[in-house]
């Protein structure tokens, strides 16, 4: 047989996207910028660790917390208010037969 595995992003709990690999699912995720931070919370054995994920260490199937702080765009010559907002995301890994 010809086992794959697939990598589903989900964003606040909905289907945002499906990868053939881990580091494609992660890059897909917004980016730390200047409004924008990235976080795991991971358990460890002293307790609960915040890390700042990147393609080559993250945690499957652990929520990642993309928070935007409220700012100012300029999109198309219009600015545009961008509201406070965090978003929920987790990387799931699935078998495919």
């Known amino acids: ?14 289907i945002a996207n499906v990868f053939d690999s881990p580091e494609k699912a992660f890059n897909s995720l917004p980016k730390k910028d200047e409004f924008t931070e990235v976080s795991q919370s991971v358990r460890t054995c002293d307790g609960e660790e915040a890390i700042i994920p990147t ?37 799931k890994e699935f078998e495919v037969k």
């Open 55 to 91: 393609a080559d260490n993250f945690y499957l199937n652990t929520p990642i917390y993309v928070h935007v702080a409220e700012h100012t765009e300029d999109v198309m010559g219009f600015q545009v208010e961008c509201q406070e907002e965090t978003f929920v995301y987790e990387i």
């Open 1 to 14: 047989m010809n086992d794959k595995k697939v990598y589903i992003v989900l964003c606040n709990k909905i």
